[in-house]
């Protein structure tokens, strides 16, 4: 009798969750498939620009990101995104944060787009890591675009700015991680 009652239990207990999971699941697709559309919207828009595709071709795999950043002397922002083996098709849904300290005031909405240039380095960017550099930069609302025609340490970086207001100089270490709820 205790295993019968024990079955009923699991039984009702997995069609009560089921909805849940399924929903979870739903959601987390929609995310996905949100984050993938605004990628290649980005994606396109880059390869629009001259000398782009070229090293856009050359690379093995890239990510994009969105991004929303905003500081008054400590600056902070973070995003979401996707990198992408373009030889496979593998996805990896990421997460990105940033923090920094320097002069600075305000907010500012824009799409990082990175394009590497071999496998080891696209596998260590999914793999996670620190990447701290310093900026001084100046964005007043205006879309645009700073094109270069090469890789650095293997990597090419591609900021277009999106909307917004930011004025600052500072030093930020920058961290990317895979995004474990879009896995």
């Not at 024990?6 to 979870?24: D, K, N, W």
């Not at 083996?85 to 849904?93: E, H, I, L, M, V």
Request: no cysteine; proline share 1%; charged share 20%.
């Amino acid at each position: 009798m205790n295993i019968h009652r024990s079955l009923l239990l699991a039984a009702a207990l997995t069609l009560a969750t089921t909805p849940v999971l399924a929903q979870g699941s739903s959601e987390a697709q929609q995310r996905r498939q949100e984050i993938d559309s605004n990628a290649q919207v980005v994606l396109d828009d880059l390869l629009k620009q001259e000398g782009v595709r070229d090293l856009y071709n050359r690379a093995v795999g890239y990510a994009v990101f969105t991004v929303t950043k905003g500081g008054f002397i400590v600056s902070g922002g973070g995003g979401n995104g996707v990198a992408v083996d373009k030889a496979s098709g593998a996805r990896t849904y990421m997460r990105m944060g940033t923090a920094g300290v320097g002069l600075g005031i305000g907010g500012q909405r824009y799409s990082l787009i990175m394009l590497f240039e071999t496998k080891d380095r696209l596998d260590k960017f999914v793999a996670g890591g620190w990447d701290s550099r310093a900026t001084a930069e100046a964005a007043a609302g205006k879309e645009g675009v700073a094109v270069q025609s090469s890789f650095f340490n293997g990597v090419a970086f591609y900021q277009i700015t999106e909307k917004g207001l930011m004025a600052q100089a500072d030093v930020s270490g920058t961290k990317f991680w895979v995004n474990d709820e879009l896995r």
